[in-house]
């Protein structure tokens, strides 16, 4: 069973920065299938939303509200990834999961389709105040 563990959310001012983190353990990724890793964000009264994501193949995709902003990374050991969050924005405020997957298609918009990640993190808040 996998299990995805989000950390490093909390409160900032608008304009401060954040450095989301998940672990991933249970069930290890295989180097013979594709995977991705991202986050996706769901703010008060909206959809939830696909932010940022990366693949099997290094490939990092960001919806277009973030980029220069936000850069997803992962340790060398797949299993851990980053998410710095800088110059933030209060529309931003909302709960931040870590989803992962196995096969392809994982980019950020993917992401946050319904249904499309088979694994999920319980969140970690994220509060932005201008």
């Known amino acids: 069973q996998v299990q995805l563990v989000e950390s490093g959310g909390g409160s900032v001012q608008a304009g401060g920065s954040l450095r989301l983190s998940c672990v991933r353990s249970g069930y290890t990724f295989s180097p013979y299938y594709s995977y991705y890793m991202g986050w996706v964000r769901k703010a008060p009264g909206k959809e939830r939303e696909g932010v940022a994501a990366?693949?099997?193949?290094?490939?990092?995709t960001y919806a277009d509200s973030v980029k220069g902003r936000f850069t997803i990374s992962k340790h060398n050991d797949k299993n851990t990834q980053y998410l710095p969050i800088n110059r933030q924005k209060p529309e931003e405020t909302g709960m931040y999961y870590c989803?992962?997957?196995?096969?392809?298609?994982?980019?950020?918009?993917?992401?946050?389709?319904?249904?499309?990640?088979?694994?999920w993190g319980q969140g970690t808040q994220v509060t932005v105040s201008s």
């Open positions: 990366f693949d099997s193949d290094g490939t990092t």
């Open positions: 989803a992962s997957g196995i096969g392809n298609g994982g980019n950020w918009w993917n992401l946050g389709r319904h249904g499309f990640c088979r694994d």
